[in-house]
């Protein structure tokens, strides 16, 4: 499967869900139904990061991406790991501004987003 989905080896309140290689929406979509529901029954607050390391697949980005808009209440800051171009963050930009929701932020690598985590965690 090219959608894995675990606790980050270094930070242990970051989830992350990666999306390498070739993979598709309902591989994307399964991984997030599960890891959601597994992490709402969480006691603690987690940081959630979500790596796509290649390009989108082809189908309906907006669809898909907005099923992360409905994370579990324990999530306290959400990361997007973007190496597939442009394009993800101006469908996530839109589909946010369009239902009124506050947006992930942007990074271009898996340190970067531990980096920005932990500043928000210290303020």
Not at 88 to 104: F, T
């Amino acid at each position: 499967m090219a959608v894995t989905a675990g606790w980050d080896d270094i930070v242990d309140y970051i989830y992350i869900v990666r999306c390498e290689d070739t993979w598709t929406w309902a591989e994307f979509d399964a991984a997030i139904r599960t890891s959601f529901a597994e992490l709402a029954e969480s006691d603690k607050t987690i940081d959630f990061m979500m790596c796509f390391n290649d390009n989108l697949p082809k189908g309906n980005a907006i669809y898909h991406l907005t099923v992360a808009g409905k994370q579990p209440p324990n999530f306290r800051h959400t990361v997007m790991v973007n190496q597939s171009g442009r394009f993800l963050e101006i469908v996530v930009k839109s589909a946010d501004k369009a239902r009124g929701w506050e947006g992930p932020t942007f990074v271009k690598t898996i340190e970067d987003g531990r980096d920005y985590l932990l500043k928000q965690s210290n303020s």
